[in-house]
């Protein structure tokens, strides 16, 4: 195992969301992820809410490999970074213990700077340092 810096993956994971091109969203990706790495994502609470109505006990979104986790990024940039005019940073509190990696990030309005929202990300890593499950909850 490697052993990078955790705060320096912290930030290059963030810069990944921001990245307006494609292509270069692409290369980042393909740097930080395992092939066959899994992005799970707590959602929001309206949606376990209905969910745990329907008699579902867990929720939890999945993107699965580095196409799928392409498409959320450039899914979440649309809407979140050139509609709503946010943007996301770290909250500089990386720490790693051995291939786990857990971080804060906050969303931030581009317009006043004012922090809008936030979450906990928690990475595991292959031996490569490359992410081979991403948890993330918002709003934690």
Known sequence: MTESDPQDLADRYIALWVVPDAGERRAAIKQLWAEGGTHFLQPPVEMRETAAGLGFDRTALTAQG???FETRVARSHEQFVKEAGL???????AVRLHDIVKFSWETVSTGTGDVVGGGL?????DDHDRITADYMFPGA
Do not use: K, Y
């Open 121 to 125: 990300e928690i990475l595991v890593l």
């Open 87 to 93: 943007t996301f940073r770290s909250r500089g509190d």
């Open 66 to 68: 580095v196409d799928a």
